[in-house]
């Protein structure tokens, strides 16, 4: 991810269930170049439905506390 005053910002994910075409969940949290964990993670949930050639997508990202949520 890129910020928008140019810095680079990456990433560790760590799936935790995969439904095929419905649903998956992970770990996500911010950390260096070099994969060294930043800050407390979050979990997130992904749904997905498909209604009438519509498909809809819903994320749930779950913080231990706000002052998480905030950082």
């Known amino acids: ?11 560790i994910q760590k799936y935790t269930s995969i439904s095929p075409k419905t649903n998956f969940k992970m770990f996500n949290r ?5 994969e060294s964990p930043q800050l ?3 979990d997130r949930d992904f749904n997905s439905s498909e ?3 519509i498909t809809k997508v819903s994320i749930v990202i779950y913080n231990d506390s706000l002052e ?3 950082k």
């Open 1 to 11: 991810m890129v910020s928008p005053g140019g810095q680079d910002h990456w990433a």
């Open 30 to 34: 911010f950390a260096d170049k070099v």
């Open 40 to 42: 407390p993670g979050s």
């Open 51 to 53: 209604h009438n050639g």
């Open 68 to 70: 998480r949520l905030e």
